[in-house]
């Protein structure tokens, strides 16, 4: 029976915290870290997703049309984040007109008009 190992003596050699190397701690630290990280990330989406659905549902559109002037048409038009804008000609006349997309209000306007002569 004095040959056999203990048990105790067994277990112990196995993966003591004498046994334990560096590059071991770092890589548990490591995956404990990152562990945490993932829990955070996915509270983080739960809460984001919780708060999203209690918040106003989207804004309705409200349609707004554009009056021009008889015999002017709309010459070119461009988008910009939250704002449209169009190019307007009548005649010897000329305007731009910035449009809010989110109201439809006009937020600026400039007018020109050019010499036919020149």
């Known amino acids: 029976m ?31 870290i990152l562990s945490a990280l993932i829990i955070l990330v996915l509270i983080a989406i739960v809460a984001g997703g919780v708060s999203k659905l209690r918040g106003k549902s989207a804004p309705e559109a409200n349609p707004s049309s554009v009056q021009l002037a008889p ?5 070119e038009m461009q988008s910009q984040p939250g704002r449209l804008i169009l190019r307007i000609r009548n005649g010897a ?3 731009i007109r910035i449009i809010d997309t989110q109201n439809g209000r006009l937020v600026g306007q400039v007018k020109a008009t050019f010499d036919r002569a020149r």
């Open 93 to 95: 006349a000329e305007e």
């Open 71 to 75: 015999g002017a048409h709309i010459v």
């Open 2 to 32: 004095s040959d056999m190992p203990h048990a105790s003596n067994a277990t112990s050699n196995v993966s003591g915290p004498e046994n334990q190397t560096r590059a071991y701690k770092a890589a548990k630290f490591a995956v404990i």
